[in-house]
């Protein structure tokens, strides 16, 4: 199988063509190699790869910035997507996008489903929101919804909440976190994982919830890490209200992984995932 990686040069994408080039032809398309952002250079580019299955790791991923930035925002969370959506069908490629939880406005209780009614609170959340509904091909195609994704790849930059998080707490410093937000963090070598089976098994096209399997609070997070990093964590517990944010963001971001679970794909307990991420 041929698989086209775009945004393979960041976190995400680096662990994707980790996990497919072993058993798959995988081309790795980084910013320099494909503009996403040009027509027809994403329909040459991928008429001339002819992939089985593109995988679009690519992402404005600024939360705040893009209540500033909106339009470059849309351009690559929603315009770019439907860009290679349109291409995935006219070779007859799947097609993954990977969604995210500020899609829904976190006024839920328990896990959210794929089918809970999205609402986003910030222009991020609306433009991730647009490319969900870009990313529905006439063919197959994925959305993986992905959330406070965490993970140290080779050649990668660390990146993203929990590893400053991690750096904070190594070098003894005091951690501010919310106490008041619920999540269900992803840890990108299970993110590819479950990339790679959902192209390889015929799974149904649609939603997935992408994450490890279990809830937590931030507070419930930051101890677990400290702990596998054997030091003693410095908190400074905040509530939501009490931070002002550019960006407004969801509270109860938790998400259900029930529908991939049920397709074939076990996602690890998320204390079992922060236990390979610093043993790695």
């Given at each position: 199988m041929r698989i086209a990686v775009t945004g393979a040069?960041?976190?995400?994408?680096?662990?994707?063509?980790?996990?497919?080039q072993a058993l798959h032809d995988v081309v790795a398309l980084d910013h320099h190699a494909l503009d996403i952002e040009d027509d027809g250079a994403v329909a040459r580019r991928m008429a001339e790869i002819h992939p089985n299955a593109i995988v679009n790791c690519a992402a404005y991923n600024n939360v705040d910035g893009a209540e500033d930035e909106l339009l470059r925002a849309l351009a690559l969370n929603a315009f770019a997507v439907r860009r290679l959506a349109r291409a995935a069908e006219a070779c007859g490629a799947s097609f993954v996008h990977y969604g995210s939880d500020f899609v829904f406005d976190g006024t839920a209780t328990v896990p959210y489903l794929e089918d809970a009614r999205p609402n986003p609170l910030s222009a991020y959340g609306a433009s991730k929101l647009l490319g969900e509904y870009f990313a529905e091909t006439k063919g197959v195609w994925f959305v993986l919804r992905?959330?406070?994704?965490?993970?140290?790849?080779?050649?990668?930059?660390?990146?993203?909440?929990?590893?400053?998080?991690?750096?904070?707490?190594?070098?003894?410093?005091?951690?501010?976190?919310?106490?008041?937000?619920?999540?269900?963090?992803?840890?990108?070598?299970?993110?590819?994982?479950?990339?790679?089976?959902?192209?390889?098994?015929?799974?149904?096209?649609?939603?997935?919830?992408?994450?490890?399997?279990?809830?937590?609070?931030?507070?419930?997070?930051?101890?677990?890490?400290?702990?596998?990093?054997?030091?003693?964590?410095?908190?400074?517990?905040?509530?939501?209200?009490?931070?002002?944010?550019?960006?407004?963001?969801?509270l109860y971001c938790a998400l259900s992984n029930r529908k991939l679970s049920d397709a074939g794909v076990q996602m690890p307990p998320w204390q079992d995932a922060l236990n390979r991420y610093v043993n790695s």
């Open positions: 040069a960041g976190q995400l994408g680096r662990a994707v063509v980790r996990e497919c992905v959330e406070s994704l965490f993970g140290q790849v080779p050649g990668a930059a660390a990146k993203g909440t929990i590893a400053s998080i991690r750096s904070r707490l190594t070098s003894g410093e005091v951690v501010r976190v919310f106490q008041d937000r619920v999540v269900t963090p992803s840890y990108v070598f299970d993110v590819a994982s479950a990339t790679r089976f959902v192209v390889e098994h015929h799974v149904r096209s649609g939603f997935y919830h992408c994450v490890n399997s279990g809830v937590c609070t931030w507070p419930e997070l930051v101890r677990h890490l400290a702990t596998e990093l054997c030091v003693e964590p410095r908190l400074d517990l905040v509530k939501s209200s009490d931070v002002r944010l550019r960006a407004a963001r969801p």
